[in-house]
């Protein structure tokens, strides 16, 4: 007895293999994906830009050189997601129109402004050790060049995250001033980092259907969670302090307990008006005019070699 198509995609669901772009797949999981990969790339490409900001203003040759390297990753990783996405049959432009057009998300956390050099520390750490949180968890989602994509990405990230950390480590053992520097820095960035991970489970339109499909593995709230549990130690080690009044060890379930989000604040910035979601999407859309003679000459490039190659054959 032939079994349905639908059925196939169940049974590969449930039996934790990866669906691949040329595998039959509900039109619903392909718009999800192409929803979140396409956002995805957007955080990365989008998340250049705060700290684009210290390029030239970074304290020493070293700092620059990481901070360097990190901001050119994190283009790279755009660009393998903008990759994955339209294996699921999205165009490049299409992608890059919504985000101009306001009509795509891009993570909260890079509406945010990077006011001292303690925020390369603090975006390191906080911001690239929640994308890493999320983002392993991501390793084993359902769909193939996603996952493949994040295996490659998760490696770099975790030296974000070490570089940033290294800044807050510094700064935490310099003067009085570079101490109060970093902890301002934590202040700033602590509560837009948890708010990384989205809406409660009970608020998040997504998770259900998302989970039963394993693009989700872990939950928005046991991700963030997770980065708590982890994060609040590294706090300590550095001697700053946490700016959440309500956090405090739970014995019984070995995990931390901490204070109320500002949901208000959070959609308030996921629908754009957070303080630099106008600055950051002119930005992009005039890197992205200026770009257009790159893009030309590329394509121009290609298709001399293409002319060649053929002509070699005919
Ligand atoms: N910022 C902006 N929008 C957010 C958000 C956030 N932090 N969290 C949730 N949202 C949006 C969702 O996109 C969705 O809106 P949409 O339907 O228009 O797309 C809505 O809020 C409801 O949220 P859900 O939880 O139901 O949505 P998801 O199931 O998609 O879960 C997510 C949200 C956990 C962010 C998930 O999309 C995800 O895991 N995405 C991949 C990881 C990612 O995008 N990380 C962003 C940071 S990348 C980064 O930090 C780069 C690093 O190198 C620094």
Redesign the pocket.
Known sequence: MEISLERKFEDKIAEDLKIEPQDWMPDEYRKTLI??IS??AH??VV?MLPEANWLTRAPSLKRKIALLAKVQD?GG?GLYLYSAAETLGVSRDKMIEDLHSGKA?????FNYPSLTWADMGAIGWL??G??IM??VA?CRTSYGPYARAMVRICKE?SF?QRQGYQIMLTLSNGSSEQKEMAQDALNRWWWPAL?????KDSD????EQ?TRWRI?RLS?DELRQKFVDATVPQALFLGLTVPDKDLKWDEKTNTYQFGDINWDEFWTV?KGDGPCNKDRIQTRIKAYQDGEWVREAAMAYADKQQDRSSKMVG
């Open positions: 929803r979140q956002q995805h955080s990365e998340g994190e990783h998300k891009y993570s909260s956390i911001v690239d929640a994308a999320n983002q991501l990230e974000h708010m990384m991970f989205g809406p998040s339109p997504h998770s998302s989700k928005n996921v």
